[in-house]
């Protein structure tokens, strides 16, 4: 969700005590599951395909190293992680009072 959707959240945990660290931990903990999560399905998908291309095609030699799966993991959470610093920065950055006044 983009910080503009999650104005009044972020002023409320602010308002309660929550330091700027924690709401870049929360936004950066988010990035990385949802793009882990993605990267998992991702490769459970090529995976699929490979096993399903092999079936059918029994000459054509398919398979998924594990190096390539993993290396697929690690760029998507990277990817989460380098795309997710902004906002995360934009949310800690929010004075309280004025996140509460939004709507």
């Known amino acids: 969700m983009s910080v503009t959707e999650r104005t009044r959240e972020i002023g409320v945990r602010k308002a309660i005590g929550a330091r700027r660290m924690d709401i870049i931990v929360q936004f950066l903990t988010e990035a990385v599951v949802l ?10 998908f090529g995976w699929i395909i490979s096993m399903l291309a092999r079936l059918i095609f029994p000459s054509l030699p398919t398979s998924v190293p594990l190096w390539a799966a993993g290396l697929g993991v690690v760029v998507s959470v990277g990817i989460g992680l380098f795309f997710g610093i902004w906002p995360a920065n934009k949310a800690a950055r929010l004075d309280p009072v004025v996140a509460l006044r939004y709507e």
């Open 35 to 44: 793009t882990g999560l993605g990267g998992f399905v991702g490769m459970a």
